[in-house]
């Protein structure tokens, strides 16, 4: 009989813990207590248990608190990153689209300015050199381009003319040999030239295109003057002067090309070349 208490008091000692905790179900509840009831050594181990219980729940509650405020801390670090990563691109773009837009705006000034002197210096890889000049004035223009060819010593020039009252138009071409061709052909003008990476932004899908096309834009300096630097994803780059929008230098590929302007400086009127 003893043999069986001791099962007895084993199988409800070791459902005291499911107890306290209010895990049994109602018949192993009634059971445990009506041995409880009978039972003075059981009975002393549940009150020995429910004083150890709450402590050791405490002492896990404690670590748990201790791990959700560690948890929690580290959150709060991964927010402040993502909100200053976030921060630092929205501030890029802003800064992008104003130095496009500011590009852009002063483009479209220089489209209405009809007097002007623009020279460039052209350099490729090849050892070519081309000096080329313009004088513009009331959509007329004389234009003079001559290349420099440094492995056969030899130069060409060419002359572009235009008068815009007459309609006439021309190209001299003069060789070192003295001969010259003259034909009715296109009209070259370095201020136009210049601007083969033209940045107008007239519609959102001029903008996006200048977004799709511009790898990178930002300040810089250039021949001493302050410009805005663009990087196109095809490796093309392009120096705009801040303060005027005027191109001062493009390197496209195997060329560098610098630009001088003086605007408003064509007093006389355009002259036609001697032929």
């Not at 729940?57 to 405020?69: G, M, P, T, V």
């Not at 003069?174 to 210049?194: P, R, T």
């Amino acid at each position: 009989m003893k043999m069986e208490n001791k099962t007895i008091c084993k199988v409800v000692q070791d459902l005291l813990p499911s107890y306290i905790e209010k895990l049994t179900s109602k018949e192993t509840n009634e059971y445990i207590e009506k041995h409880l009831n009978e039972c003075p050594d059981c009975q002393k181990i549940f009150e020995n248990m429910k004083e150890e219980l709450p402590q050791n729940n405490s002492e896990q509650a404690n670590e748990e608190i201790k791990y959700l405020k560690k948890f929690k801390n580290k959150l709060n670090i991964l927010k402040i990153v993502l909100l200053i990563i976030i921060a630092i691109i929205i501030v890029s773009f802003a800064s992008k689209l104003y130095m496009l837009f500011d590009i852009s705006s002063k483009t479209k000034e220089l489209d209405s300015v009809n007097n002007y002197y623009a020279k460039m210096h052209e350099y490729q890889s090849n050892g070519t050199t081309i000096i080329g000049e313009t004088y513009y004035k009331d959509d007329s223009s004389l234009t003079t381009i001559t290349s420099y060819f440094e492995n056969t010593n030899n130069s060409m020039k060419i002359t572009y003319y235009k008068n815009a009252q007459t309609n006439e138009k021309f190209n001299v071409i003069e060789l070192q040999n003295g001969q010259s061709k003259i034909e009715n052909g296109e009209v070259v003008d370095i201020g136009k030239y210049s601007r083969r990476i033209d940045v107008k932004i007239n519609s959102v899908n001029d903008l996006w295109n200048c977004l799709k096309d511009i790898k990178n834009i930002s300040l810089a300096k250039c021949n001493s003057k302050n410009c805005y630097f663009i990087e196109t994803y095809d490796g093309s780059q392009i120096y705009i002067e801040k303060e005027t929008g005027l191109p001062v230098r493009e390197i496209i590929r195997d060329t560098v090309a610098d630009y001088w302007y003086d605007l408003n400086s064509v007093e006389e009127q355009i002259i036609k070349p001697q032929i």
